[in-house]
């Protein structure tokens, strides 16, 4: 088993930055590719970004490109998430997610382990 715990959300207004962090427990965390997702209100939960076990490799959504950028410590166990320029359609509960396979953490439904989420408001 792996638990995820994300912190770090907020109420920013736009054009700010936050960073939200996603710390895991349990099994070897180094073994597992992360993952953000998040949802808006009425909306379906949505992929944002995902990187692969050693860093080397990530992958973002189009709407986040050039402004969000993930990485992870391996040593602390943790994965972030740093979102610059940030837009009120930002708005969201942030997920962030792990698995073995790297093409599941981009899939809804796929990941084997979730967070609880991470409330962010982007004021306009």
């Known amino acids: 088993q792996v638990q995820l715990v994300e912190s770090g959300g907020g109420l920013v207004q736009a054009g700010g930055s936050l960073r939200l962090s996603c710390a895991a427990s349990?099994?070897?965390?180094?073994?597992?590719?992360m993952g953000w997702f998040r949802q808006a209100p009425g909306k379906e939960r949505e992929f944002v970004a995902a990187?692969?076990?050693?860093?080397?490799?990530?992958d973002y959504a189009d709407s986040v490109k050039g402004r969000f950028t993930i990485s992870r410590d391996n040593a602390k166990n943790t994965v972030y998430l740093q979102m610059n320029s940030l837009k009120p359609e930002d708005t969201a509960v942030y997920y962030c997610?792990?698995?073995?396979?790297?093409?599941?953490?981009?899939?809804?439904?796929?990941?084997?382990?979730w967070g609880q989420g991470t409330q962010v408001t982007v004021s306009s």
């Open positions: 349990g099994r070897t965390f180094n073994a597992y590719a």
């Open positions: 997610n792990a698995d073995s396979n790297y093409s599941h953490v981009q899939r809804l439904g796929l990941p084997d382990y």
């Open positions: 990187i692969n076990w050693s860093g080397i490799r990530t």
